[in-house]
């Protein structure tokens, strides 16, 4: 089954500061997605970024920053200098690709890191 | 912008009583999902669908049922509402399930009393 651990729950940082939010998964399959999540105070989830498993380019977009490797099966997310409206909860997840007639494929979250940003 | 819209922002129900949470995309996407969010839980899938009429358990569907008779349009069903069902409930969409990014709506937080 598959699994992913978000191990920090709550990281407070002083705005300016760069900050790492660890992901790490489980799966048996060859081939799957990951993904990234922000949920601000208002709740409604918003997409960051979407990997796949045969690509192992980090991707930086603007202050953020996305590290993949497969060999210790962590995807992790940086925020360079950061600001306060990066408050918010983010969630990694997972999804496996089934194969045909396997119909819809929900993700798999991990808990969420809570990122306080102070000013 | 895709849009997923659902019904209500807040809820607040007796126990025993039926609940709807209604939830619109209007992208065409096949493939919609629920959610509930819980405190130290994360994001749990109850039921999707991969199409009209189509559906499937996700990881929690007991106490739940849905239904989806337009593409555009997937219901979440208390049949019988209970205090463990107080939660934040999140319908999203998506084109290919497990392969593209899917979009949410802005969540439903739900009392049952």
């Known amino acids: 089954a598959q699994k992913v651990t978000q191990a920090q729950t709550e990281i407070s940082v002083v705005e300016k500061e760069d900050v790492t939010l660890d992901c790490v998964y489980e799966t048996r399959d060859t081939t799957y997605y990951l993904f990234w999540y922000k949920q601000p105070p208002s709740g409604e989830l918003v997409f960051l970024i979407r990997r796949n498993s045969f690509d192992e380019q980090n991707e930086i977009s603007g202050r953020y920053s996305w590290n993949f490797q497969k060999s210790t099966s962590s995807f992790n997310f940086t925020i360079t200098a950061s600001q306060v409206v990066d408050s918010a909860v983010y969630f990694c997840a997972l999804s496996e690709r089934k194969g045909s007639g396997g119909g819809a494929d929900g993700l798999t979250f991990g808990k969420g890191t809570h990122l306080i940003i102070q000013p | 912008d895709v849009k997923v819209t659902q019904s209500s922002r807040y809820l607040v129900k007796r126990t025993g009583e039926k609940v709807f949470l209604e939830c619109v995309q209007d992208m065409d996407h096949e493939n919609m999902f629920w959610y509930r969010q819980d405190p130290g839980l994360g994001l749990r899938l109850i039921y999707f669908?991969?199409?009209?009429?189509?559906?499937e358990k996700g990881d929690i569907p007991e106490g739940y049922s849905v239904s989806r008779e337009k593409k555009e349009r997937f219901s979440l069903i208390l049949e019988s509402a209970s205090t463990n069902q107080t939660s934040m409930y999140l319908c999203a969409s998506s084109w290919e399930a497990g392969y593209t990014e899917a979009f949410f709506g802005q969540g439903t937080r739900l009392t049952v009393v």
């Open positions: 669908s991969y199409d009209v009429k189509m559906k």
